[in-house]
C-alpha cells in the first residue's frame, strides 16, 4: 500500500516562497513518476508539475515555469515542490500523486495513488 503525506503548506504574502514536500511510504517509490496538482475554492484540480523517476526530467504547467521547480530525492522517498514568487493565483490545495504510467500526464486520471493536501494560501 502506498501512502503519500503533504506537508510545507501554509499563509504567505505575494511575492514569497514556500517549499511542499510529499513523503511516500511503500515500495517502488523510484520506479514511479510524480506529480503534484493543486485545487483552488470552486475550480477543478489542476496539473501543476511532475518529475520523472530519475529527476531528470520536469513537466510544468505554464503558470508556474519560470517560479516553481520540482525536484525529488529517491534516497528520502520524497518529492518536492519550491515554490517561488508566489501570487495569489496559487492559492490552494496542493495534492502530490504518483503516476500510475497510463493516461495523461497532465491529468488526474494518469495518477492512482493521492496525498490528502496541504493548502497554500498567498495574499495579495
Known amino acids: 500500500q502506498v501512502q503519500l503525506v503533504e506537508s510545507g503548506g501554509g499563509l504567505v504574502q505575494a511575492g514569497g516562497s514556500l517549499r511542499l514536500s510529499c513523503a511516500a511510504s511503500?515500495?517502488?517509490?523510484?520506479?514511479?513518476?510524480m506529480g503534484w496538482f493543486r485545487q483552488a475554492p470552486g475550480k477543478e484540480r489542476e496539473f501543476v508539475a511532475a518529475v520523472s523517476w530519475s529527476g531528470g526530467t520536469t513537466y510544468y504547467t505554464d503558470s508556474v515555469k519560470g517560479r516553481f521547480t520540482i525536484s525529488r530525492d529517491n534516497t528520502k522517498n520524497t518529492v518536492y515542490l519550491q515554490m517561488n514568487e508566489l501570487k495569489p493565483e496559487d492559492t490552494g490545495v496542493y495534492y502530490c500523486a504518483r503516476f500510475q504510467g497510463l493516461g495523461t500526464l497532465t491529468h488526474e486520471n494518469g495518477y492512482d495513488y493521492w496525498g490528502q493536501g496541504t493548502q497554500v494560501t498567498v495574499s495579495s
Open positions: 511503500g515500495r517502488g517509490f523510484s520506479s514511479y513518476l
